[in-house]
């Protein structure tokens, strides 16, 4: 018998459109391994996988084998790569109800165009495809045509691309019919007609039908039916093109936790997880609950994975739920830097714990130091006082940032408490004690900023309500956030003012993955007679947080020869957010913010609103979030600084 021989070295031959290092990498053959027919065959395969993943259909690959001395032998995969194929057209066949633009318009699969090189645009994924397919049919069953059928796509290659046709039969389209209820009503029948929305579709749609039975679902579940089942019958009778619907409903029997268990936190406690929870054990079953319950543990961004897993307890009306929770590092230290229209150059730094001692709190510290601006803050956050939902804070701060016209000094720090209030609702307090300097005054600024050199003492409260649906902190694709903020200053100190500001944001998903975003911003300012309203308690635009592109001074009011800050102020930002490189959270943003920043003594004039426009890329980097923008003023006037500016961050700043 002879001893197979092993392999001295393994090269490749004709490998351009992919580096010859990565191909090296997912080979099974390596040097000094026993040579092998089976383990050449399949990196044979991982090759034309390789190259069929980026587009090359024709791919060929041949290997050789060369005998060496001491019964070594070299192996040579030698690689006709092919021309390039992109899906160069896809075609439907027995489509009469919507057209071919339509039809592609419900895919993820698209032909190529002249964004191919950047998107995925012409790309065969056989296993995208068949989704399709199956999104074809879901969009055909939607819109009434419930024995719609969209067949296995056909792939053929051309020699100048790819064609995919789909094969479909549509069947007739059916109205919504009568819808019942049939089994264990919770409800009287009229009022869980109007829990679901099936009856108010012309046509019959499968979407709205899944919906509705999720709808029902939950109501049951809610009142603790963890197991109800609702299946649905669809009656469809051909002759008069009528579906009658039947909700069959049998509810089980009514379910309580008998343990809740936690597991996987080897460093967050028991209680800090607990309390976020909204079910507990010897109480009813909750779906709605127990799924806000997984919504506030991932919130809090703690853990990388968390996962409720329940089974049947000691009898059939009895449920154990385990929380399994993947810990992640909720330490960090981090560096950043950005550029800004108001605060220049700048690097930041901080060192922060978010579940202090497995605890919940929070401690930070956190610095920044700019050609502009130095800012250094330590803040302590107990999230549960007195093991409540009362959050308490406290934190204390130094400022030095110079402005065109004046330098501010400050000194003091806050104490806030908030509760919760009504679902998303939160309310908070905040105490400020602030002790703050005005100097070296242009001598162009205006006439006010000039009588305001001096020193400054606030003490005041801000009552802040905050509505907070959104499904992610950091990179939302639903819901909104509400707040209004009112501060009064005069509680001793020299400063005095009733200051409100509103503020107001939207996340809507759009069509693919676009995310719509609408920001609106508005407040007003009116000092305490007697008391001072220094400059820099008034309201200025203009940076990468409010009007994109504009310098501070540029929407600011004159008097009295200078920019001054105004005594209120309107605000809007629309995106479209899209992402660029999903999996590495980067996302491209397309803007355009507006903003007017006016006097008391003003008129009220929207024509008074500058406007800007431009791209952004928004990246949440292992370091923090990075940010880097372009405004271009869209409506210039000669005082503006420039027709639009760069803007960077990275990391956060405060």
Do not use: C
Request: glycine share 10%; proline share 3%.
């Amino acid at each position: 018998m002879t001893e197979k021989p092993t392999v001295r070295s393994v090269n490749l031959a004709g490998a351009n459109a992919i580096d010859s290092e990565e191909i090296k990498k997912s080979l099974g053959l390596k040097k000094g391994a026993v040579l092998n027919d089976f383990t050449i065959r399949n990196d044979i395969r991982r090759i034309e996988d390789m190259y069929r993943e980026k587009n090359y259909h024709d791919v060929r690959v041949t290997p050789t084998v060369t005998p060496q001395r001491n019964n070594q032998a070299d192996i040579e995969y030698t690689i006709e790569e092919g021309d390039k194929k992109l899906i160069k057209k896809i075609v439907f066949i027995g489509n009469t109800a919507f057209s071919d633009r339509k039809l592609k318009g419900e895919m993820d699969s698209a032909e190529k165009s002249w964004l191919s090189w950047f998107t995925s645009a012409g790309d065969l994924n056989r296993d995208l495809l068949n989704q399709d397919a199956g999104k074809l049919t879901a969009f055909y069953q939607n819109q009434g045509y419930v024995r719609a059928r969209v067949g296995e796509p056909q792939v053929d290659f051309e020699s100048d691309g790819i064609v995919v046709t789909f094969r479909i039969s549509e069947g007739p389209r059916f109205k919504v019919g009568k819808v019942e209820f049939t089994g264990d009503l919770l409800l009287p029948a009229d009022q869980l007609l109007q829990r679901v929305k099936i009856h108010r579709e012309p046509f019959f749609n499968r979407e709205t039908l899944r919906n509705d039975v999720l709808s029902l679902t939950d109501l049951y579940t809610d009142d603790g039916f963890a197991y109800v089942d609702v299946a649905t019958r669809v009656n469809q009778n051909a002759e008069t093109l009528v579906a009658d619907i039947v909700f069959a409903i049998d509810k089980g029997r009514q379910v309580y936790f008998e343990k809740i268990q936690i597991t996987g936190n080897t460093k967050t406690r028991d209680k800090v997880i607990r309390r976020e929870l909204r079910v507990h054990e010897q109480e009813l079953y909750g779906g709605q609950r127990l799924k806000r319950s997984i919504r506030n543990l991932n919130r809090l961004d703690y853990f990388e994975n968390v996962k409720v897993d329940t089974v049947k307890g000691s009898a059939d009306d009895r449920m154990r739920a385990t929380v399994e929770v993947t810990e992640k590092s909720t330490g960090a230290f981090s560096v950043g830097a950005g550029y800004s229209t108001v605060e220049n150059a700048f690097l930041t730094g901080s060192v922060a714990e978010r579940n202090l001692f497995g605890r919940g709190q929070t401690l930070a510290l956190r610095g920044m130091l700019g050609t502009k601006t130095q800012r250094y803050t330590l803040s302590f956050t107990e999230p549960w006082l007195f093991d409540i939902p009362l959050t308490a804070g406290a934190e204390l701060y130094k400022w030095e940032i110079e402005f065109d016209d004046y330098t501010r000094d400050s000194i003091g720090g806050k104490l806030r408490l908030g509760y919760p209030l009504f679902e998303y609702v939160r309310g908070n307090v905040i105490y400020t004690l602030d002790f703050a300097r005005i100097g070296n005054v242009d001598e162009n600024a205006s006439t006010s900023i000039k009588q305001d050199e001096g020193r400054f003492t606030k003490s005041s409260i801000t009552l802040l309500p905050r509505y907070d649906s959104r499904d992610s902190l950091f990179n939302a694709k639903e819901g909104s956030v509400h707040s209004i903020e009112y501060e009064v200053a005069g509680l001793g100190g020299t400063v005095g003012f009733n200051k409100v500001v509103g503020d107001t944001g939207w996340y809507l998903p759009l069509v693919w993955k676009f995310i719509g975003v609408a920001h609106g911003r508005a407040g007003y300012i009116k000092g305490i007679s007697g008391m001072d309203l220094p400059d820099y308690e008034k309201f200025y635009l203009g940076g990468i947080n409010t009007v994109r592109g504009f310098r501070r001074d540029d929407l600011a009011p004159e008097q009295g020869g200078g920019p001054v800050g105004g005594d209120y102020f309107l605000q809007s930002n629309l995106e479209i957010k899209f992402p660029l490189v999903e999996d590495a959270g980067i996302y491209g943003i397309i803007f355009q913010d507006s903003g007017m920043v006016r006097r008391e003594e003003d008129a009220f004039d929207l024509g008074e609103m500058r406007y800007s426009a431009g791209p952004e890329i928004r990246w949440l980097s292992p370091i923090g979030p990075i940010r880097i923008a372009y405004g271009f003023i869209l409506n210039p006037r000669s005082t503006d600084g420039s027709s639009g500016a760069w803007e960077f961050s990275m990391a956060s700043s405060f």
